[in-house]
């Protein structure tokens, strides 16, 4: 509908408009009740029509997916084919941000140690990844952060114990976690190097581990961004790729190009990775998919980050083991890659490798056609206790029990002939000895039809998250802070449009108040020119915190989480406070008097001839406290963060955080707390009051 609205010619518009606001085809209060109407469908569909316009593309890009024009895979429609036959088909496990704390959940440690025993001897992966934050390194306050060898020597001994490192290939890197105030790699308190499983080789840039099975060799490319040095919390949270590395980076890719895939691994999502242009595209598109951790399914509100990235790579973040407890089995069967997300204790099991999932085809690298050859619907089934049934449906229809052919494999024939059009719909359950009971069912296709995207997780990943906080702090500056000097330019402090409501009246009042002008121009602009703390900010070493990175030790770190913080700032602080000064502004000052020609004065504006009842003046007057309570807690938060995470000397020279809460406060106290005006013997002000910017009530002289 509101497409169509916008094909309307403007010259049939302009019409309508002119006969709508003709003064001789209706009367004053008619013409006035229209102009009204008509600026708020203004106000009203025009900015839908554009969100609608950005929705759209939105969709386009982020939910359709992305469409091949390639060669088909060379194996494709190369014998052998998934059959009955336990062949051409082996698994590993991908675990992430594990956490060991010596502070909180202890759990964490013991599952971990279960998981390396128990979950390590029943599946028996060939390969385990376990891509970053390997320990917690938080305080007992939970801002702080520093390396604990206690907590890495929990880590080792949990896998030690369990010799999981003799029963699989373990390649474990950091993460942002494990590189928390770390002045340099050789640094002691790089505790990843003595008590890793991988050792200093994983913590010297990328690496390659080639995996070779008689049927081919399946290649593992490390993807190296942690910071060095690495700061305290909470300025490390995106990686950095700098250009060597990036260079190494693609010369391991292309050591695997004679792979049967290649498969990228590290702790960062690539949309939290700073990195020179043109970055990772060209090179991820010959990886397979990329493995990561690191968000956490960001609390739970996103547990399914995984996408096909437009270079034709797939791009799978897997759960954190922290709180969720969840890891990854994945098997590359016939050269098809398919994974099932299951959390620690449940039982059994269960991984579909034949037909493979659609919405996590690869056709750019998989031999995808393979699934229209096969002869038989395969499963890997895993459980501490004997299986003891299973049932698999296709479209709603139940086809059978699958038969058991070797080790974990259970297969049932099929006619993939039946299902060659569009998507289908497979489930799977299967029970155990034990009373276990697990399904999973999803979408397939024989023909490569795919369904759309997830809209949210392919926002999260497909973006540039650095650039989306930049652009977000951008357009809130336009929004809350710019107006102001705009108004102040525009708008006398006696403008009639001061009669007009009390908001535009407040806005006018605040940007020509000089206090609350000046204090908040200057205190919302300063962070993107100046150093925002100075105090001991990793290991020891002092330095200096700005938007653009941290100075330290004789290095220039290029954090860029601090665009996140801009825009909490205006989120939290400025937007919440702008809107309570122009509302108390608006409420304290009642608009100008105009004098009359007989010499008597009265309101210029009908609406304050009426005064409102003095109730709902009161309650006006003390709701617009609540919007108080954010900026409060984000002032109160912000400095205790500072204090917490770097020190005394940070929190005391802390012009983003201490000095600009301090000027706010002082602008709130001012507002409450008007100078009073002396009056001496003749009549005129005392000198030491400024009535003109004050922010309080004005005594007048009659």
């Given at each position: 509908m509101v497409f169509n609205l916008l094909q309307i010619p403007s010259s049939h518009l302009l019409q309508e408009a002119k006969e709508i606001f003709n003064p001789a085809l209706m009367s004053d209060s008619s013409a006035m009740?229209?102009?009204?109407?008509?600026?708020?469908?203004?106000?009203?569909?025009?900015?839908?029509?554009?969100?609608?316009?950005?929705?759209?593309?939105?969709?386009?890009?982020?939910?359709?997916?992305?469409?091949?024009?390639?060669?088909?895979h060379p194996h494709g429609n190369v014998a052998p084919f998934p059959g009955d036959a336990f062949d051409n088909l082996w698994w590993f496990i991908h675990i992430s941000d594990i956490h060991v704390s010596r502070f909180r959940d202890p759990g964490r440690t013991t599952d971990f140690q279960d998981f390396c025993k128990e979950n390590m001897d029943v599946i028996k992966p060939e390969v385990v990844l376990v891509t970053g934050d390997l320990t917690d390194a938080k305080t007992i306050d939970f801002i702080g952060s520093t390396q604990y060898e206690i907590e890495w020597q929990s880590y080792k001994s949990a896998i030690k114990l369990a010799q999981a490192d003799k029963k699989a290939v373990w390649i474990d890197i950091r993460g942002n976690h494990d590189a928390f105030d770390i002045p340099h790699l050789g640094h002691k308190s790089n505790y990843y190097r003595k008590y890793s499983i991988y050792g200093p080789e994983g913590d010297q840039g990328s690496f390659i581990y080639e995996h070779k099975l008689p049927f081919g060799t399946y290649s593992f490319v490390s993807l190296y961004a942690v910071l060095d040095p690495g700061p305290k919390r909470p300025f490390n949270f995106f990686g950095l790729l700098t250009e060597s590395e990036l260079k190494k980076v693609e010369a391991n890719v292309d050591r695997a190009k004679g792979s049967n895939h290649t498969i990228m691994f590290?702790?960062?999502?690539?949309?939290?990775?700073?990195?020179?242009?043109?970055?990772?595209?060209?090179?991820?598109?010959?990886?397979?998919?990329?493995?990561?951790?690191?968000?956490?399914?960001?609390?739970?509100?996103?547990?399914?980050?995984?996408?096909?990235?437009?270079?034709?790579?797939?791009?799978?973040?897997?759960?954190?083991?922290?709180?969720?407890?969840?890891?990854?089995?994945?098997?590359?069967?016939?050269?098809?890659?398919?994974?099932?997300?299951?959390?620690?204790?449940?039982?059994?099991?269960?991984?579909?490798?034949?037909?493979?999932?659609?919405?996590?085809?690869?056709?750019?690298?998989?031999?995808?056609?393979?699934?229209?050859?096969?002869?038989?619907?395969?499963?890997?089934?895993?459980?501490?206790?004997?299986?003891?049934?299973?049932?698999?449906?296709?479209?709603?229809?139940?086809?059978?029990?699958?038969?058991?052919?070797?080790?974990?494999?259970?297969?049932?024939?099929?006619?993939?002939?039946?299902?060659?059009?569009?998507?289908?719909?497979?489930?799977?359950?299967?029970?155990?000895?034990?009373?276990?009971?697990?399904?999973?069912?999803?979408?397939?296709?024989?023909?490569?039809?795919?369904?759309?995207?997830?809209?949210?997780?392919?926002?999260?990943?497909?973006?540039?998250?650095?650039?989306?906080?930049?652009?977000?702090?951008?357009?809130?500056y336009c929004v809350v802070i710019l107006p102001l000097p705009v108004v102040r330019w525009c708008c006398r402090k006696g403008s009639h449009l001061m009669n007009s409501n009390i908001i535009l009246r407040g806005l006018i009042l605040l940007s020509h108040n000089d206090l609350c002008f000046y204090t908040l121009m200057i205190t919302s602009t300063y962070p993107l020119v100046g150093p925002w703390c100075i105090g001991n900010l990793i290991g020891g070493y002092y330095g200096v915190s700005t938007m653009h990175g941290i100075y330290v030790n004789g290095a220039f770190v290029r954090e860029v989480f601090s665009y996140a913080v801009v825009l909490l700032d205006m989120l939290f602080l400025y937007l919440p406070v702008n809107v309570f000064l122009i509302f108390k502004l608006g409420l304290q000052h009642p608009p100008p008097q105009v004098s009359l020609q007989n010499g008597s004065q009265k309101s210029s504006s009908r609406k304050h001839s009426q005064p409102s009842p003095a109730t709902s003046f009161l309650l006006l007057q003390y709701m617009i406290y609540a919007l108080l309570l954010p900026p409060l807690v984000w002032l109160y938060f912000s400095s205790k963060t500072v204090w917490y995470g770097y020190g005394t000397m940070a929190f005391l020279i802390s012009p983003k955080s201490l000095w600009t809460n301090l000027s706010l406060l002082y602008v709130f106290y001012k507002l409450h707390h008007p100078q009073k005006v002396v009056i001496v013997a003749n009549g005129n002000h005392s000198n030491n009051v400024s009535h003109e910017n004050s922010i309080g009530h004005r005594s007048r002289t009659e």
């Amino acid at each position: 509908m509101v497409f169509n609205l916008l094909q309307i010619p403007s010259s049939h518009l302009l019409q309508e408009a002119k006969e709508i606001f003709n003064p001789a085809l209706m009367s004053d209060s008619s013409a006035m009740m229209a102009k009204t109407l008509f600026l708020v469908a203004l106000i009203i569909f025009v900015p839908l029509a554009a969100l609608s316009w950005v929705w759209a593309l939105m969709l386009d890009y982020y939910t359709v997916p992305v469409k091949y024009d390639g060669p088909s895979h060379p194996h494709g429609n190369v014998a052998p084919f998934p059959g009955d036959a336990f062949d051409n088909l082996w698994w590993f496990i991908h675990i992430s941000d594990i956490h060991v704390s010596r502070f909180r959940d202890p759990g964490r440690t013991t599952d971990f140690q279960d998981f390396c025993k128990e979950n390590m001897d029943v599946i028996k992966p060939e390969v385990v990844l376990v891509t970053g934050d390997l320990t917690d390194a938080k305080t007992i306050d939970f801002i702080g952060s520093t390396q604990y060898e206690i907590e890495w020597q929990s880590y080792k001994s949990a896998i030690k114990l369990a010799q999981a490192d003799k029963k699989a290939v373990w390649i474990d890197i950091r993460g942002n976690h494990d590189a928390f105030d770390i002045p340099h790699l050789g640094h002691k308190s790089n505790y990843y190097r003595k008590y890793s499983i991988y050792g200093p080789e994983g913590d010297q840039g990328s690496f390659i581990y080639e995996h070779k099975l008689p049927f081919g060799t399946y290649s593992f490319v490390s993807l190296y961004a942690v910071l060095d040095p690495g700061p305290k919390r909470p300025f490390n949270f995106f990686g950095l790729l700098t250009e060597s590395e990036l260079k190494k980076v693609e010369a391991n890719v292309d050591r695997a190009k004679g792979s049967n895939h290649t498969i990228m691994f590290g702790h960062y999502t690539t949309s939290t990775i700073v990195m020179p242009k043109p970055g990772l595209p060209n090179i991820r598109g010959k990886c397979t998919a990329y493995l990561c951790g690191h968000l956490h399914s960001l609390g739970g509100v996103a547990p399914h980050l995984k996408a096909l990235q437009r270079s034709g790579s797939l791009e799978l973040e897997v759960e954190d083991w922290k709180d969720n407890r969840m890891y990854r089995v994945m098997a590359f069967d016939h050269d098809l890659l398919s994974f099932v997300d299951v959390r620690f204790g449940e039982w059994p099991v269960i991984l579909i490798t034949n037909p493979k999932r659609a919405r996590f085809m690869a056709p750019k690298h998989e031999p995808v056609q393979k699934i229209g050859h096969s002869t038989h619907i395969r499963i890997l089934l895993f459980s501490p206790s004997a299986i003891t049934s299973t049932s698999v449906y296709l479209d709603g229809a139940y086809k059978g029990s699958a038969q058991h052919i070797k080790d974990s494999l259970y297969v049932l024939p099929w006619n993939p002939l039946d299902y060659r059009e569009g998507l289908h719909h497979i489930a799977v359950t299967a029970s155990d000895a034990a009373g276990n009971t697990q399904s999973v069912q999803y979408q397939f296709s024989v023909d490569g039809s795919r369904p759309e995207q997830w809209l949210f997780p392919a926002i999260i990943l497909l973006s540039d998250m650095a650039q989306v906080f930049l652009l977000l702090y951008a357009v809130l500056y336009c929004v809350v802070i710019l107006p102001l000097p705009v108004v102040r330019w525009c708008c006398r402090k006696g403008s009639h449009l001061m009669n007009s409501n009390i908001i535009l009246r407040g806005l006018i009042l605040l940007s020509h108040n000089d206090l609350c002008f000046y204090t908040l121009m200057i205190t919302s602009t300063y962070p993107l020119v100046g150093p925002w703390c100075i105090g001991n900010l990793i290991g020891g070493y002092y330095g200096v915190s700005t938007m653009h990175g941290i100075y330290v030790n004789g290095a220039f770190v290029r954090e860029v989480f601090s665009y996140a913080v801009v825009l909490l700032d205006m989120l939290f602080l400025y937007l919440p406070v702008n809107v309570f000064l122009i509302f108390k502004l608006g409420l304290q000052h009642p608009p100008p008097q105009v004098s009359l020609q007989n010499g008597s004065q009265k309101s210029s504006s009908r609406k304050h001839s009426q005064p409102s009842p003095a109730t709902s003046f009161l309650l006006l007057q003390y709701m617009i406290y609540a919007l108080l309570l954010p900026p409060l807690v984000w002032l109160y938060f912000s400095s205790k963060t500072v204090w917490y995470g770097y020190g005394t000397m940070a929190f005391l020279i802390s012009p983003k955080s201490l000095w600009t809460n301090l000027s706010l406060l002082y602008v709130f106290y001012k507002l409450h707390h008007p100078q009073k005006v002396v009056i001496v013997a003749n009549g005129n002000h005392s000198n030491n009051v400024s009535h003109e910017n004050s922010i309080g009530h004005r005594s007048r002289t009659e």
